[in-house]
T-cell receptor
């Protein structure tokens, strides 16, 4: 069964304190792994898509990496505005369906 | 680009009434739209996938007679919760993928509808 597990569930960081969020997955043939950011009461905002092991994507303070079993979202020198829930989702071959993890709730304090 | 608008953002209604939620792609044509439900501190769960001009495909355990989905145009899909009851209270979110995009291109999400049934 396709599954996504994210850790930690919650993370509190001081502004400027870099860290990583983990997304472990099992899927019957990975078609794509997606990272989204979700603010309270809002829909998910697309961040990155990764398609194959070894791939990396970067955007401002965020960098996503992918192996055959997990993906990491690295946050470098975070700012309070980076506070949000970060969601990971996988899509298997021959399906449109995204399987989401429960997310990591990130809080960055000034 | 890739803006998805969802309306209403919040609705409160009495048990037994039907509620319609609209999902529009504002700056692109969406051949495929998706409807999700999210409970507090839980992940998004796909309810159904709709393709323009054809019947929606429902996930296992989702009652198609209760959650009516219509995708009549390339920019609009609607979800109607019929005879809603308190257990239907949740956060409903739609997403869309653009015309011509490969199947593994990202879905773009609306801001969700908070449904509260009294």
């Amino acid at each position: 069964e396709d599954q996504v597990t994210q850790s930690p569930e919650a993370l509190r960081l001081q502004e400027g304190e870099s860290s990583s969020l983990n997304c472990s997955y099992t899927v019957s043939g990975l078609r794509g792994l997606f990272w989204y950011r979700q603010d309270p009461g809002k829909g998910p905002e697309f961040l990155f898509t990764l398609y194959s092991a070894g791939e990396e994507k970067e955007k401002e303070r965020l960098k996503a990496t992918l192996t055959k079993k997990e993906s990491f979202l690295h946050i470098t020198a975070p700012k309070p505005e980076d506070s949000a829930t970060y969601l990971c989702a996988v899509q298997a071959y021959n399906t449109d369906k995204l399987i989401f993890g429960t997310g990591t709730r990130l809080q960055v304090f000034p | 680009g890739a803006v998805v608008s969802q309306h209403p953002s919040w609705v409160i209604c009495k048990s037994g009434t039907s509620v319609k939620i609209e999902c529009r792609s504002l700056d692109f044509q969406a051949t495929t739209m998706f409807w999700y439900r999210q409970f507090p501190k839980q992940s998004l769960m796909l309810m159904a996938t709709s393709n323009e001009g054809s019947k929606a495909t429902y996930e296992q355990g989702v009652e198609k007679d209760k959650f009516l989905i219509n995708h009549a145009s390339l920019t609009l899909s609607t979800l109607t919760v019929t005879s809603a009851h308190p257990e239907d209270s949740s956060f409903y979110i739609c997403s869309a993928r653009g015309r011509g995009q490969r199947g593994n291109q990202p879905q773009h999400f609306g801001d969700g509808t908070r449904l509260s049934i009294l």
